[in-house]
């Protein structure tokens, strides 16, 4: 009998949880080859201080079954990077924990980052002799991890998305003078979420009028003529843009203000853009501008939680343990689309190497009218995505969600 282990990392989603839940739910239904299951509080950087908790005794039947609607990290998250050099003395420490714990089976739930983490303690359980299976369950709203179709947390992100600017633009129409309405979205350099707003529109011409993802360089005179052409046919107008868009230099338009900031694993930290461009807009067309950043309620919001992606984050939890104690280690769980006419997809396992530090991004041909629009393909490809609305536990009127005291 060996023990379990699950961590959760970087950025929260609206169905990190989801994917927990079916970590736990599966080792429960795998009690004579699973002992406890421990949850890791703030991934590998809280696990290295002895900071874990026993998950059969913390929740009861009623907070597992709320841990599928409740947002943010239940275990709390980590941007935490472990050395390259798998020789540091941070490995052997880790290790050692794991085996005094008897931990036969590792799992990370996260992005690209997390996949990393997921690389480098596999590559070292390896060459040590370690036999720990190791396991990345993929999470990540921006959907730019290599080899799935698609990562749980997207879809209900690109629901949130649609539905706001859907909201915005609405109320942005109510007045006869014109306007324009910049909503800054997630998104450093894999634009998907912001092309997500395409699913807000109900006929052709609709808000959002313009969509600019990091894909294509972002040109701040051709960004005046395409609103002052939209201003011919439309006298209110959203424009989505992806907090990541830069110019041909590569510079991030938010760093037109000033100096981004750089986060733990080195990622510039953006924000800012559509401030930016509200006072460009303002100084040269004389018009009414506001500038929305949609900000943390895009990641994890539960009342925009698509069924979909939370089932399909559970399944990839679930899927995670069966293909640990099937004797795999070093993978990542896949999510492969159904070539048949309707939507399903299967889960695959993938070399966690080839998909950590590398990006997926919105393919070009799904960029159209010199990048200030999406195609109808990304349409059939993300709709299926934010299908259904998960019933919401409530107690007195609020969400009951699941927490640790």
């Known amino acids: ?179 324009v309405t910049i909503i800054e979205i997630m998104g450093r350099h894999a634009g998907w979420l912001t092309a997500a707003s395409v699913l807000a529109r109900k006929f052709k011409g609709d808000n959002p009028v313009l969509i600019y993802l990091p894909e294509v360089p ?40 000033g100096e981004a900031g750089v986060d733990t694993f080195g990622h510039k930290m953006l924000t800012g853009c559509g401030k930016y461009l509200e006072n460009y807009v303002k100084n040269h067309l004389k018009v009414k501008v506001r500038s929305v950043e949609l900000n943390v309620n895009q990641r994890c919001s539960t009342f925009t939680q698509s069924l979909t992606d939370a089932r399909e984050a559970s399944i990839a939890g679930s899927s995670a343990v069966t293909a640990a104690l099937d004797g795999n280690t070093g993978k990542m769980v896949s999510f492969v689309r159904d070539k048949e006419p309707g939507y399903d997809i299967s889960c695959e396992l993938v070399d966690v190497n080839e998909v950590c530090n590398k990006e997926k991004t919105v393919p070009l041909e799904w960029i159209t009218k010199d990048g200030t629009d999406i195609a109808d393909d990304f349409i059939t490809y993300a709709r299926p995505l934010i299908q259904g609305n998960p019933a919401i536990p409530m107690k007195n009127g609020l969400p009951n969600y699941a927490y640790r005291k």
């Open 1 to 179: 009998m060996k023990n379990l282990i699950v961590g959760q990392s970087g950025g929260p989603t609206a169905v990190i949880n989801s994917s927990l839940f079916g970590v736990i739910k599966e080792g429960m239904n795998q009690k004579e080859r699973i002992d406890h299951i421990y949850g890791m509080i703030n991934g590998i950087e809280g696990f290295l201080k002895d900071r874990y908790i026993d998950l059969e005794e913390e929740l009861t039947s009623e907070q597992l079954q709320c841990l599928r609607t409740t947002p943010g990290a239940f275990l709390g998250s980590c941007r935490y990077k472990l050395p390259e050099d798998l020789s540091d003395p941070v490995y052997p420490k880790l290790f050692k924990k794991f085996n005094a714990l008897n931990i036969g089976y590792f799992f990370y739930i996260g992005g690209n980052d997390s996949m990393d983490t997921v690389s480098k303690l596999s590559r070292y359980a390896a060459s040590h002799r370690e036999s720990v299976r190791i396991i990345g369950i993929p999470k990540t709203i921006d959907n730019d991890l290599v080899m799935t179709d698609h990562t749980p947390g997207f879809g209900s992100a690109a629901k949130y998305v649609a539905s706001s600017v859907a909201e915005i633009g609405i109320d942005a129409s109510v007045y006869e003078a014109k306007s």
């Open 218 to 257: 972002f040109e701040m005179d051709h960004f005046l003529h395409d609103l002052e052409e939209a201003f011919k046919t439309k006298n209110n107008l959203v424009v989505c843009v992806s907090e990541g868009i830069h110019d041909k230099d590569g510079t991030f338009i938010c760093e037109y203000s």
